[in-house]
């Protein structure tokens, strides 16, 4: 089953997505790409506000974004890419232990001036910890094909 | 050597990194984080506009923030963590075999209301290849230490 951009509606809440944090791969992904002492141990994250080791910010945005595909493939739709995301927002440390999971809000729909075969949805997609905490949130723009 | 919030000044250009971008990693990030045929399959990505394999732009985020980081630790500037990031944009794709660089535009400091020890900065961040083209910028807000 394809999902197109017809198929969409402003309005939509989906909810979706169940991963777990787990301590390895916290310190594997700062260890790459954020070794900030806090993303790193657990005594230098204990004297600032995250109070123990948590995950890179851009942590969360990467296991939010394995869940919306995961999303988006089991109900057939292909994303087109994205030109990018505003007002992203890191509301909660999300910690090693935590499972997290997925508000998607379909905010806007528009065709695409420039190509007519895709439209441009304006998501705001939620991310939750395991206490319904809101942990982080941001507005993306997806590419999607029209219906042929 | 520390730097505090007091050292730095609205209009501060800097420009900094050298990460090499390699098929490896844009493939292992993908797997984990971001499953979309472009990301994982030169064929696949040949019929989109990508035009060949290339890396999720929440990949191309954290390559930025490796480079900051490192930056930050040559200078000695400690952040505090970071509340969130304005205007995300992915402006170019990213291939295996680029190599990125960064420039950090400091628009705007102020203390902070709420704990006085602590100031705000927002520095917008914009990632380059290696032809100097812009492939992603994003304004993003740095919580810093001041001076004791």
């Known amino acids: 089953m394809a999902t197109y951009f017809e198929d969409y509606q402003v309005g939509l809440v989906e909810r ?4 777990a944090v787990t301590r390895d791969e916290v310190l594997r992904f700062a ?10 141990d657990d005594q ?7 109070g123990r ?3 890179s910010g851009w942590h969360t945005c990467s296991m939010t974004m394995r869940m919306m595909v995961d999303h ?14 505003d007002n992203l927002l890191w509301l ?10 997925v508000q998607a809000e379909w905010l806007e729909l528009r065709a695409s001036r420039s190509r007519p075969t895709m439209g441009i949805a304006r998501v705001r ?21 029209r219906r042929p």
């Open 16 to 19: 979706f997505g169940h991963y």
């Open 31 to 40: 260890t790459a790409f954020d070794p900030q002492p806090f993303h790193l």
């Open 44 to 50: 230098a994250a204990a004297g600032t506000h995250f």
């Open 53 to 55: 080791l948590a995950a």
């Open 72 to 85: 988006w493939q089991e109900q057939g739709m292909q994303s087109l890419g994205s030109p990018g995301v």
């Open 92 to 101: 909660k440390p999300v910690y090693p232990g935590d499972t997290l999971s």
């Open 125 to 145: 997609h939620t991310t939750f910890n395991q206490h319904e905490e809101p942990v982080a949130r941001f507005e993306g723009l997806v590419m999607l094909d």
